[in-house]
């Protein structure tokens, strides 16, 4: 937006044409949209911020459900396999 406003200077510069008023229109246009587009540039980055963060505590919670998985194929290995771990000895 700065560089379209400084072509538009120097082409009224160079052709001896008025845009006073359209550059102020310009500018509270670019004004506004800033105003619009700043909290929405901050509002992606925390979502970003919030996924990283889930899938940091999905990846934790796969490995606590993996370790009991592990245990029990641990236990029934050490039972040669045929007796279930719930199955009173």
């Known amino acids: ?3 379209t ?5 120097k082409f009224a510069e160079e052709h001896d044409v008025e845009f006073d008023e359209l550059f102020e229109c ?3 246009i670019a004004t506004s949209l800033s105003a619009i587009v700043e909290p929405g540039e ?3 980055a925390a979502a970003k911020d919030v996924a990283d ?3 940091e505590q999905i990846a934790e919670i796969n490995q606590e459900t993996q ?3 592990d245990l029990t194929r641990y236990c029934c290995s050490a039972q040669g396999g045929a007796q279930s ?5």
């Open 26 to 28: 310009i500018e509270t």
């Open 42 to 44: 901050e509002t992606i």
């Open 5 to 9: 406003l400084n072509d538009l200077a």
């Open 85 to 89: 771990v719930r199955d009173p000895i």
């Open 67 to 69: 370790r009991p998985e």
């Open 53 to 55: 963060a889930a899938e």
């Open 1 to 3: 937006m700065d560089q």
